[in-house]
């Protein structure tokens, strides 16, 4: 028999969480890792442009460890989360590194920066701004789901690395960082 993408299991607004726990859709853990599927893709989308190749990589590193915080984030049971990777401290400095690294060519920031400059800027301002959305949730999940601290670390370094990621990609580009004055 074909595989089919539908179940019909959800049709009466309940999902199953990795370990069988029936779940309402808008669930805080739904909401929170339906939000990292929405980062993810956005990330995925700032490889469309044409960016050099080792922030492509970078970027596909990190699609691969959102995949697995909302993997995390979807099993409810100690047996099923023990067949998965964990977040590591490893991979908190590994973002560390590719933000140093940025920083450390990046003219020196002296006001708040408006967003945008060309679409490739914007769109990594979007992800940016859906990264402390879902670091956002993340906390509000913990405060009701153990969690392990590494990921909402890694989340609130993620939404750094965009930051200065869009500062890169502007300079890169010879997008005008627009500072803003307050009048």
């Known amino acids: 028999?074909?595989?089919?993408?539908?179940?019909?299991?959800?049709?009466n607004?309940?999902?199953s969480l990795w370990g069988g726990t029936r779940v309402s859709k808008n669930h805080p853990r739904i909401?929170?890792?339906?939000?990292?599927?929405?980062?993810?893709?956005?990330?995925?989308s700032i490889r469309d442009f044409n960016i050099d190749k080792n922030i492509i990589k970078q970027i596909i590193w990190i699609q691969s460890k959102l995949m697995l915080i909302s993997s995390i984030l979807a099993t409810d049971k100690e047996s099923a989360m023990a067949k998965l990777p964990q977040l590591t401290t490893d991979d908190i400095l590994q973002l560390e590194k590719y933000i140093d690294e940025f920083e450390a060519v990046l003219p020196k920031q002296t006001a708040?920066?408006?967003?945008?400059?060309?679409?490739a800027v914007s769109a990594i301002h979007k992800a940016r701004v859906i990264?402390?959305?879902v670091e956002r949730q993340t906390?509000?999940?913990?405060?009701i789901i153990i969690?392990?601290?590494?990921?909402i670390h890694f989340l609130n370094r993620l939404s750094d690395y965009f930051?200065?990621?869009?500062?890169?990609?502007?300079?890169?580009?010879?997008?005008?960082?627009?500072?803003?004055q307050p009048e």
């Open 1 to 11: 028999m074909k595989y089919k993408i539908y179940t019909k299991t959800g049709d």
């Open 31 to 44: 909401e929170t890792y339906g939000t990292l599927d929405e980062l993810n893709v956005f990330t995925g």
């Open 139 to 143: 906390v509000g999940l913990a405060e």
């Open 112 to 119: 708040f920066i408006i967003p945008g400059g060309n679409a």
């Open 13 to 15: 607004g309940e999902t």
């Open 163 to 180: 930051f200065v990621l869009a500062r890169k990609i502007a300079q890169n580009s010879n997008a005008e960082e627009i500072y803003w």
């Open 147 to 151: 969690l392990e601290k590494n990921i």
């Open 131 to 133: 990264c402390r959305r």
